[in-house]
């Protein structure tokens, strides 16, 4: 298995030259690491040609390094019902590089990369319809980027006096403060827990 997928490896980086830089091989499954100025033509390579058909897009996804000068790897993931295989295609981008679209080639993607506009805020250029899909169109900010605050930056409520749903910053309904957890009320400063004072010898 390992000297096939090995041999596509090859037989890709020998047809597009300088689309995949690099390549390997993790869990039995071809990953190939390639250059975003080339996804478009290798993605239609890897559907088209009779050795590849990779014909479904099942996935596109974000993930997010930020201490990386190009934080955002975009990851398609492809599967080719002829030869039995999955094929994962990792490119890398910056939050103000577009990434050329692929809804051209599969419709699927569609969604997909308004997904990781939304999420990550990863650009696609020649996209129809890039808008977000998961969150609300007031939305500020991308929620799956790591330095996106737990709380979000602003919060949504029914206003009654309005008669409608307003936005506000974000309200924490109080301070952070140590919880005594033996206690729901004020208590000493320290517990001994049950079983402490054989550690520490006291009674």
Known sequence: MAESIETLAAYIQ???????????IDHDQLILHASRDHIVKLLAFLRDDPLCLFVQLVDVAGVDYPSRPQRFEVVYHL?????????????????????PSVSSLFSSANWFEREVWDMYGVLFS???DLRRILTDYGFEGHPQRKDFPPTGYVELRYDVEQKRVVYQPVQLTQAYRSFDYLSPWEGPDEYLLPGDEKATGTK
Do not use: C, L
């Not at 020998?14 to 390997?24: D, F, L, Y």
């Not at 599967?79 to 990434?99: A, C, E, G, L």
């Open 14 to 24: 020998s047809r597009i030259a300088g689309a995949v830089p690099e390549w390997k």
């Open 79 to 99: 599967t080719s019902f002829k030869y039995n295989r999955r094929i994962r295609v990792k490119i890398q981008t910056d939050d103000k590089t577009p990434v």
């Open 126 to 128: 020649g996209h129809p």
